[in-house]
Structures are given as structure tokens and as C-alpha cells.
């Protein structure tokens, strides 16, 4: 049996030694402790990644407390960056891994105990090695651990962003079948731009003259509208956002008939909208895209003095522009 355990080590410590070879050392990690056949397991675990081990043997356990100064003290004492401890403890081992550029630790608890064996040791190695890609990015078993500069970059990298709540929006463009002018904008508000939300607008455009045999004076037809909006992903960053809702226009008409007598009018439409916008993602929170609404007015407008035609409002109103997108909480 002896001889089969040493056999094993040797293998261990030159399957460690090839891996190291493989790939030249460029980041030190300090083993506190004196278990070779754990250095060996640890050195083989991380050597892919550029990592070495040294030794620290004749190092004294510190207090629970003081293990993060004393493990910062450590790896500034030999260069490090990293310090991992295989401390004895009343149910087995506690391993520790600290990681010097984030100044924090983690430790662990292994129902093993020293000696350790070739296979306990190469789980405490792997056990370790995940512990320090947990400290530098997120726990991934299946990934070595990064090298210290790249570790910024990487976190970086998987940080979720805040997903933003509000976003304001604005559109402006052609308008079809208004009875004012043919040029109009939108301003909007949305709640939950990325997913299933709602979106409070309104629409304005200058007004127009009207001038017939009977009449002279200015339409203007503004409009307010509550819709919900769901967006959905066609291709990375292009996304669709279809829209529903009601829309309330007040038009309001002003001049004279030609007998002179005034007309100050206004009256209040409700609509069904229904439109569309494709919006490319320019950055966080940044959307461009075009945007198109539509509605149907249920009452038509018909405006007459006498037998005399003054204004038509068509039911059907369409616009169509450029629209931009800025999430702000």
C-alpha cells in the first residue's frame, strides 16, 4: 500500500510539473501549508491558466478574524496574488482562498482529513480554484480561474445591468388624414421599455388654414393616447415594439362665415390606435428606429354653415417618422 501511495504522489507531482511546463508561470499563488500532495493537485489544477504554487510551510495559522490580514500580508510578502490555507479544523479541513486584487476571501469547510489522499487532494484542488474564479468573477466549475489583469475586464463583463423602468421617447414626422398640418410629433412616456409596458403620448401639430366660400379660420387637432407596448427581439439590437390602446383628439376650430359671425368650436374624438416602431438599440439606453400609429376616430367630424361644406375629419389618421428612445430610470 505504501508503495502504491508513493507511486501515486510521484505521478501526481509530474503530471503537475508537465502541466507547469506546458505554460510558463506568469501569476504566483501561495499555499499555506505543508501537504505536498495537495501543492501538487492545486499547482496541476491552475498551471493551464498561467498560475504557479509556492510553498509556505512554516507559516502559523492566524485567528478566524485575522485570516484576511494575514492572508494579504502573505501574498505581498512573496509576490502573490492569491493565498490559499488548508487549515485543520474539529469536522475535517477548512480551505481558504483569498484573492489579493479584490482583498477578500472564502472559506470552506472539507469533511477530509490530513494526510490527504491523491483523490481528496485533487478535489480540494478544484474546490480551491473554483473558490478564486468566485472572488475575481462568478463561480463557474467548469472555467479556470482567470489571471489577476483580466479579472477587472471580466467582471465587468458579467455584471447585469440595471434593468431601466421609464424611458422617454419622441417622434416626428409625416401626418395622413389629419385635418391640420401635414408635419406633427409625439412626445411619449413608457413604463417598462424592454418588456410588456405602457406608454402615455401625446401628438401635436401647427395648425392649418381653412379658407372656403363660407368659412375662414385655423383647425388644430392634438391628441392624447394610452397604449400598451410589448417589444420583442427580431435580431441582436433590432427589436419590434407593436402597440395598442385608445387615443382621445380634441379639434378645435376657429374663424368666421362669411356673414362675419365667429366660430370658436372644439370637439373631443376617441379613437382606437394601433402602430408599430422597429428600434435599433445604439447603445444602454439609447433606441432609434422609425415608428408608425395609426387611428380610427368613431365619430367623423362634419363641419357645415348652413348648407355649406366647411370641414371634413377623416375617421382614419396615420403617422409616420423617426423615432428615438432614451431609458432614464
Known amino acids: 500500500m505504501t508503495i502504491v501511495l508513493r507511486t ?10 508537465a502541466h507547469a511546463a506546458a505554460q510558463p508561470a506568469t501569476e504566483t499563488i501561495v499555499l499555506a501549508g505543508s ?49 490559499v490555507w488548508l487549515l485543520e479544523s474539529p469536522h475535517g479541513l477548512t480551505l481558504v482562498t483569498y484573492d489579493r486584487e479584490r482583498d477578500g476571501l472564502l472559506i470552506r469547510e472539507l469533511a477530509f482529513a490530513l494526510p490527504l489522499s491523491v483523490e481528496h487532494a485533487a478535489e480540494a484542488a478544484r474546490i480551491s480554484r473554483t473558490m478564486l474564479r468566485a472572488l475575481r468573477t462568478s463561480p463557474d466549475i467548469d472555467q479556470l480561474p482567470p489571471r489577476v489583469e483580466e479579472a477587472p475586464k471580466l467582471r465587468a463583463e458579467v455584471v447585469a445591468p440595471t434593468q431601466r423602468r421609464l424611458a422617454v421617447a419622441a417622434l416626428v414626422g409625416g401626418r395622413f388624414g389629419a385635418p391640420d398640418s401635414d408635419l406633427g410629433g409625439q412626445l411619449a412616456v413608457t413604463w417598462r421599455p424592454d418588456e410588456l409596458g405602457f406608454q402615455i403620448s401625446g401628438e401635436l401639430a401647427p395648425s392649418a388654414d381653412v379658407t372656403t366660400s363660407a368659412f375662414t379660420g385655423t383647425v388644430v387637432d392634438v391628441a392624447v393616447a394610452a397604449v400598451a407596448r410589448w417589444p420583442f427581439e427580431i435580431i441582436p439590437n433590432l427589436r419590434l415594439a407593436p402597440i395598442a390602446g385608445i387615443a382621445l383628439h380634441t379639434i378645435r376650430l376657429r374663424g368666421a362665415l362669411s356673414t362675419d359671425q365667429p366660430i370658436h368650436d372644439r370637439q373631443f374624438d376617441i379613437a382606437a390606435r394601433a402602430g408599430v416602431a422597429a428600434m435599433y438599440r445604439l447603445g444602454r439606453d439609447l433606441d432609434v428606429g422609425i415608428g408608425v400609429t395609426t387611428d380610427i376616430l368613431l365619430d367623423r367630424q362634419d363641419y357645415k354653415a348652413a348648407t355649406m361644406q366647411v370641414l371634413i375629419v377623416p375617421r382614419l389618421q396615420a403617422m409616420v417618422g423617426l423615432l428615438a428612445s432614451f431609458r432614464v430610470l
Open 8 to 17: 501515486s504522489l510521484a505521478m501526481a507531482i509530474v503530471l503537475a510539473a
Open 35 to 83: 501537504d505536498p500532495v495537495f501543492q501538487a493537485a492545486l499547482g496541476e489544477a491552475v498551471a493551464p491558466a498561467g498560475m504557479g504554487v509556492i510553498r509556505a510551510a512554516e507559516v502559523t495559522p492566524p485567528s478566524l478574524g485575522a485570516l484576511s490580514t494575514a492572508s494579504r500580508e502573505l501574498a505581498d510578502r512573496l509576490h502573490a496574488t492569491a493565498t
